[in-house]
């Protein structure tokens, strides 16, 4: 029997991962063609800003990825997933704000604006290797990876579960919003970091950077996928499916539920550093708003729309929602709350299933008859 | 000629016939000079202690509302012309001159009327007055608070009396009276009585060490009032905390549905308060009593709407509740700003709740917190009796212990819980009135509770209503506490971490609800 | 929380047929004033079949709940083999050294196929690094399909777990204790909602087990334990009342008085 390579195993029986996955990879190299090879007047031109916009989406899609990982195989409705986007967001924010050197408004080489506003005299210590993008980017999954590690040490272990866990994670990101709000934290307070201008040398401004950052998320969004599915295939997701369905049915088998929610938890949370990472880039600006409780419930209905635990579902449900988010705040801003809102309701109370569902359930009924 | 000599005749007889009394010695008020006014505000002070008219004259004249014609003197205020009886006059307000004062002639102003209040017949005057002398002692006050002293009955105001003039002797007496006075003095709390002793620790010599002492006293009774005003504070916010989490102990603690749109509950609440001021803007006084049980029907209503539509259809889900009801929040939310605005509005405190009781010179208590502890306390008795005593009560625990074996017995389940849900939504919108008094009423009034609330009911115990109780006020009271040393922000995160921390030792919190595990 | 310790394996000792496997010495257990467990003594030997009979709330789920890490007992002692506490383990360390058990209501994994539900319970090294990459082995897969056979489940081996009637959901779990192959196995009402017929095969089954295996059956079914009992403990308000083979405990005067109402 011949072996198959690993990449093609993973996507064994997977229709619905390689169609998503297949669609996005066209739509990003048509996008890198149209932005570089025509010019802005032509035709057939897609503008700097659509690349951008497409980055933030796979970044998004990448962060709502990570959240079905626990939410819809391991069962624990995380309102705090943005905290670990946000944090791989900061780490790699402070690298890009050390990198502006002395072309800020104060023009001080060492400092970056904001210190230099608050009358820093140096850089304080947590600011410092962020200059190395190597250290940067291993903090970006660090930072997320190890609170994620700390909180579900705690959480796990004394056994909270469902609802009450839900409501500490939305604790636990609303303390780091007010936390980060605070000036002296030295990230900024409420304006962030931002007025970035270049990533390992190349500057920001540059078509062909953006391009290559979309390049970037997409081949994150597909290695985060491919590693989401070869966990939820190896036994390991299926005994995460397993603690979803009978948490205590599983102890009694012999396997420490612990370790497995604490595993899948972190690999998880890491995932989120990422896409804050690339995130920061493409939109130029991080802010504590990242860490607001909306933000991260905002996300679970990206998943929830697209169709929790099937992975390629919270990847659709986060472009879906996110354009049209951004059709509606500057077409209709009023109507967009109210409609997110109601977002909620009706997918929770009629499509429990999602998008995916939807699709699934037609394709039955048509095999049927 | 003829002219000229009748007004210099007309003005002799005024004058002339004016000359022993009130209304030609108030003359020289006209005057630009200043000092001119202060030396005739000191005669007429000495002269007319007991002239009604001169406390309203000088009252008038530090609120800038003294107006004077060729003729007479007038308050003028709000349009309105008064005399010095308080009498209203018809006159054309364009002939009227302001009185002008500056900071220093205000200041004698305050200090003789506060001395003419000293001998009031109201004791609240009375106590005010004397606390206004003593912040404004000089060293000629001694006879007027010896002859206070004498004429007061009052002990409170006479502590304060004894009080100044024990920091007037300690300042101004010979040796003795000084060595007394700066011992007495640390019986006494104001800042004032604190400065003096400081000022003679400060020059040393026999009465420094005394004076130490004294200091010392002071400073560990005002410091014990200071804790005292923390415990206040503390339970002001942890009642705060019940009010909020009350309505939650209801729909999450007993009927264990996750309402996140509870705090939009509280902030309908809030604008139902709002609304009420806006439409009745006469009955400031009163509109806040009729806004309770308002905002608890409006909130109460909602919560029907909410449960009958939505939640009905998700129990036994409880993340899907958690999300729907978040949408439900979100709903509201935007609702609000498209009615009224996004911007934060004001409601009014009613006369009667504001101001402060002062215990003394350390500690005074607002009256609005005041009332909010009282009440909430109040909202809780009403909740536990319900819950415990009512036959609603016993119906709902029925139902939520055993739904098919409530049904099999009679008991309408839906109508229950949906009565439920509306009442712990209502109690949110009661404590949403609470809080238009304590901060602005705007959309997002809701969220800043809601995690807070959700806290105080894990931390006391699910379904546990006396835990919901000790849950708020502890939370509150710590709170208070690190406030000081931490700032309010990091207090905040210090709490939550403190909870997060606290439900790792004991997951059901501080009163778990007992029994075999399912 | 302790750890997995493999030494447990050495302090489970040398079980040899009669020798002791379980040993629950004066357990007291309470809830809210309530005894659920008074003072409870009894011990199984290896190789043994016991049944545990009593009327509800008598103590007899309680007392799996205690032996298998679930609930911590008040006060008393629970050893496993020679020397292994089992009050300071929890529910994975008690599984892993050893302890299988049914549920009184079927508990099985209605996202997963049936065979998937097998291969979760099968003897393994069940750390969650390990499960990120194990494969089944060819006589892992082998013991499965064997055990699907016996169960009467192979034809349903790729099917949702979700779709089996009551009865299969038991066989299932039967299954799923037969592949863990504990040195214990704790059954809670194994044939309720079970043809005749499928009663008799699993008294078989659970007879067949005993020797290699102790099992101790918890059951309200009488005729069912007439049938596999060789040794009985009536359990009554948390403590033992009497003990002995089916003979003795039928013609116990408390056993009639307290649970056969007579």
Request: net charge neutral.
């Amino acid at each position: 029997m011949k072996r198959k390579p690993m990449i093609l195993k993973i996507f064994e029986n997977d229709r619905g991962g390689q169609i998503v996955l297949g669609v996005l990879a066209v739509v990003v190299l048509y996008v890198t063609f149209a932005n570089l090879l025509f010019s802005e007047g032509s035709f057939l031109h897609i503008s700097t800003y659509t690349v951008t916009l497409l980055g933030k989406y796979l970044a998004f899609a990448l962060l709502a990825l990570s959240l079905d990982l626990v939410w819809g195989y391991l069962g624990i409705l995380s309102l705090g997933h943005g905290a670990f986007f946000a944090l791989g967001g900061y780490a790699w924010a402070m690298y890009l704000m050390l990198q502006i050197g002395d072309r800020g408004v104060y023009g001080n080489a060492e400092l970056p604006d904001f210190m230099v506003f608050m009358n820093l005299q140096e850089l304080p210590w947590f600011w410092y290797g962020f200059e190395y993008p190597l250290f940067a980017f291993f903090m970006a999954m660090f930072v997320p990876g190890l609170l994620a590690f700390v909180f579900g040490w705690f959480a796990f272990k004394s056994r909270v579960t469902g609802v009450y866990l839900s409501i500490m994670t939305q604790a636990l990101t609303y303390a780091l919003m007010l936390a980060f709000f605070r000036n002296d934290m030295g990230f900024g307070g409420n304006n962030g970091l931002t007025d970035f201008k270049d990533i390992l040398g190349f500057s920001l401004q540059d078509d062909g950077t953006r391009v290559l950052l979309l390049i970037l998320s997409f081949l994150a969004l597909v290695l985060g996928y491919l590693i989401s599915r070869y966990i939820i295939n190896s036994r390991l997701g299926r005994v995460a499916m397993a603690i979803r369905d009978g948490e205590s049915r599983v102890r009694f088998l012999g396997y420490r539920v612990e370790s497995f929610k604490l595993f899948i938890f972190v690999v998880s949370a890491v995932m989120a550093g990422v896409a804050g990472a690339l995130y920061v880039p493409q939109v130029g600006i991080i802010n504590p708003n990242l860490f607001s409780p909306l933000f991260s419930i905002e996300l679970v209905i990206w998943v929830a729309i697209g169709g929790r635990g099937t992975l390629y579902g919270a990847i659709i449900g986060a472009f879906i929602v996110n354009y049209a988010s951004t059709y509606f705040t500057s077409a209709l801003p009023e109507v967009w709350l109210y409609a997110l809102g109601g977002l909620f309701v009706v997918v929770t109370l009629y499509l429990p299933k999602g998008i995916v569902g939807i699709v699934k359930k037609e394709k039955n009924v048509t095999a049927v008859s | 000629m003829q002219k000229i000599l009748q007004i210099a005749f007309l003005n002799l007889l005024f004058s002339f016939s004016l000359f022993a009394n009130f209304e030609t010695d108030i003359k020289p008020l006209t005057e630009n000079s200043f000092l001119k006014k202060e030396n005739t505000v000191e005669k007429l002070v000495s002269k007319y202690s007991e002239n009604e008219k001169l406390h309203t004259l000088l009252k008038a004249m530090l609120d800038g509302e003294l107006y004077y014609s060729r003729k007479e003197f007038v308050v003028l205020k709000d349009d309105e012309v008064t005399n010095l009886l308080g009498e209203k006059l018809e006159r054309n307000r364009k002939i009227f001159k302001k009185v002008k004062t500056n900071n220093k002639l205000r200041s004698v102003i305050r200090n003789r009327l506060s001395q003419l209040n000293l001998f009031s017949k109201d004791v609240e005057i009375r106590f005010e007055s004397a606390k206004n002398i003593r912040s404004n002692l000089e060293k000629d006050s001694i006879p007027l608070i010896e002859k206070a002293l004498k004429f007061e009955t009052d002990s409170s105001v006479k502590d304060i009396h004894l009080e100044s003039e024990a920091i007037l002797k300690a300042r101004f007496g010979n040796f003795e009276e000084k060595k007394i006075a700066v011992q007495n003095l640390g019986d006494f709390l104001s800042p004032e009585a604190l400065q003096v002793l400081k000022e003679i620790e400060a020059e040393g010599g026999e009465l420094s060490k005394l004076a130490s002492k004294s200091i010392a006293s002071i400073e560990s009774s005002r410091s014990f009032f200071s804790f005292l005003e923390t415990i206040f504070f503390g339970l002001s916010q942890g009642s705060v905390l019940l009010l909020a989490a009350m309505g939650l102990a209801i729909t999450f603690g007993v009927m264990k549905v996750i309402n996140m749109a509870h705090g939009e509950m509280m902030m309908i609440g809030a604008y139902t308060a709002f609304t009420i001021q806006q439409i009745f803007p006469n009955l400031i006084e009163y509109s806040i009593l009729l806004a309770i049980p308002l905002a608890f029907l409006v909130s109460g209503i909602f919560g029907v709407i909410i449960e009958r539509l939505v939640i009905k259809h998700l129990y036994g889900r409880p993340l899907e509740t958690l999300l729907a009801t978040f949408g439900i929040s979100l709903l509201l939310q935007q609702l609000v700003r498209t009615i009224y605005s996004p911007l934060n509005q004001n409601v009014e405190t009613p006369e009667w709740m504001s101001g402060a009781l002062e215990i003394n010179s350390a500690l005074a208590l607002t009256y609005n917190r005041l009332y909010i502890i009282i009440f909430a306390f109040l909202v809780f008795l009403g909740v536990l009796l319900l819950l415990k005593k009512s036959s609603l009560g016993l119906k709902v625990r029925a139902v939520t212990q055993n739904r098919e074996m409530a049904k099999a017995m009679g008991i309408k389940t839906g109508y229950i819980d949906a009565i439920t849900f509306g009442i712990g939504s209502g109690i949110a919108g009661v404590a949403g009135v609470a809080l238009s008094q304590l901060t602005n009423v705007g959309p997002n009034l809701g969220q800043a509770y809601i995690v807070d609330s959700f806290m105080v009911v894990v931390f006391g115990g699910v379904g546990n209503l006396w835990g919901t109780l000790i849950g708020a006020v502890s939370l509150g009271e710590i709170n208070k506490f690190i406030e000081p040393v931490a700032g309010a922000v990091l207090a905040k995160v210090i709490i939550l971490i403190f909870i997060i921390l606290f439900i790792q030792k004991r997951p059901k919190g501080l009163f778990p609800q007992k029994g075999r595990e399912e | 929380m302790l750890p997995l310790y493999h030494e447990n394996e050495k302090n489970v000792g040398d079980l040899k047929q009669g020798s002791r496997i379980l040993l629950v010495d004066g357990v007291t257990l309470s809830f809210d004033g309530f005894k659920a467990l008074n003072n409870l003594s009894f011990s199984i030997d290896y190789g043994e079949l016991r049944c545990i009979i009593g009327a509800n709330g008598a103590g007899k789920s309680t007392m799996m709940d205690v032996v298998t890490g679930k609930t911590k007992p008040d006060s008393g002692e629970v050893i496993f083999g020679q020397a292994v506490n089992l009050l300071q383990m929890d529910e994975p360390a008690i599984a892993e050294v050893g302890i299988g058990r049914k549920f009184q209501k079927p508990t099985i994994f209605s996202g997963h196929t049936v065979f998937e539900n097998l291969e979760l319970a099968i003897k393994d090294d069940k750390r969650f690094f390990k499960t990120l990459f194990a494969n089944l082995k060819g006589e892992q897969r082998d013991k499965i399909e064997e055990t699907l056979e016996l169960i009467g489940l192979q034809e349903l081996s790729k099917k949702s777990a979700s779709i089996l009637s009551h009865g299969q959901k038991q066989w299932l779990e039967i299954g799923m204790l037969l592949v863990q192959d504990p040195k214990l196995l704790l059954v809670d009402e194994p044939v309720a909602g079970m043809t005749p017929s499928e009663v008799e095969k699993t008294g078989e089954i659970l007879t067949s087990l005993s020797g290699n295996h102790s099992v101790v059956v918890v059951e309200h079914d009488m005729e069912f334990i007439r049938s596999i009992a060789k040794k009985v403990t009536v359990l009554h308000e948390g403590s033992v009342l009497a003990e002995g083979n089916m003979k003795d405990i039928q013609e116990n005067e408390k056993v009639r008085h307290v649970y056969l109402g007579e």
